[in-house]
């Protein structure tokens, strides 16, 4: 028996430390590819926002004629988004446009009047906004940027004077989340709460839910929100919210798609990221794309230290009959609705994931630097 033990583990060690030997190669191989693309972008080459026709399989770079320091610093979270007009950034003194069936990778730049860096989509425009609750809003069709919800920080403070760090200092607000809803109401997320207004912005209420951090997205008058309880619904216009799913962890992102919702969560048993899937507005989930979560391989990787991280989910989109997913170690595409997936090729980008964004028929890819 002893010997037969013995056996067992004369094979189970040298196993171990062959695949041990393998991963740390793979590692080194992917530092060196990284090396390399920081070394190519140095040159000139800007890689920023990629785009696809196609469902993903080919993409093109379109990043000529966005500012360069961008190639360094990332483009900012909340700093663009895609609607059915096309792709807007925020960057400099600037927000840039590339229209969704532009044959040509031409920005449009149009001089930005404020200090505000954050951009969200309005029911009829654009809206810019800050930390300090500074609000901007430019209505389709037009070129005037117009301040917005200016009693808000009065409302909110009056409302609510909870001793945190941005009240400490400035006795205002932190506003990190604004979203209109089609009803017209408007909701903020600050600080550990939501304010919402039906009468655009001229008295507010608040609403005791969320972390302030919160990523909205409405389908056929049901609202979802990621919050740090997981992910919550409403189908009120945000009066009154229920959470849907919880691992736990945090909600990390919620989309749209046809039927019903995709939202992904972080999980703090397993500490990664967890896609579900939802065909019936939002009441009931299932987990999908068991493809997409760390292999055991990463995951040792990770326990050893011969990696920061596994590789999480960060985004999801639909386009066409497709499920789009966004990874820190690149971008994979369904055609099942996430029951199996196919990794799409991209050019080497030395980043931490990719946030994705879609516009008809038009998928961008923005490479995500940490920010």
Sequence with gaps: MKNEKMKKLFVFVPAVVLVLFLLNSFVLKEKEAGKKTTKETKTGLLNIVFRSTDGGQTWQNISKGLPENLQREGVWSNGLFANDRGLYLRAGNGVYHSEANSTTTFWTKEIFPGKQRNLASGKNGILAYDLRGQFLKKINGT????????????????????????????KEKEVRTVFETTEGTVLIGSSNSLFRSTNSGKTWKQLHVGDGRMKMVESNGVLLTTSKDGILRSTDDGENWDRVITEGGLGIAVERIDGGFAAIVYNPITQTNSMHVSLDSGKTWNAMGEELQPSWGSLLMKKIGLLKSSSDILSIKQMGKYLICGRSDGIFRSSDMGK?????????IENYGFNLSVSGNVIYAIPNKGC
């Excluded at 117009?146 to 409302?159: C, D, G, H, K, L």
């Excluded at 199996?340 to 080497?348: G, H, N, S």
């Design 340 to 348: 199996t997936w196919k990794q799409l090729l991209l050019p080497a």
């Design 143 to 170: 070129n005037n940027w117009s301040p917005m919800y200016t009693n808000f920080q009065e409302q909110a403070v009056r409302i609510d004077s909870t001793m945190d760090w941005m009240y400490k200092n400035y």
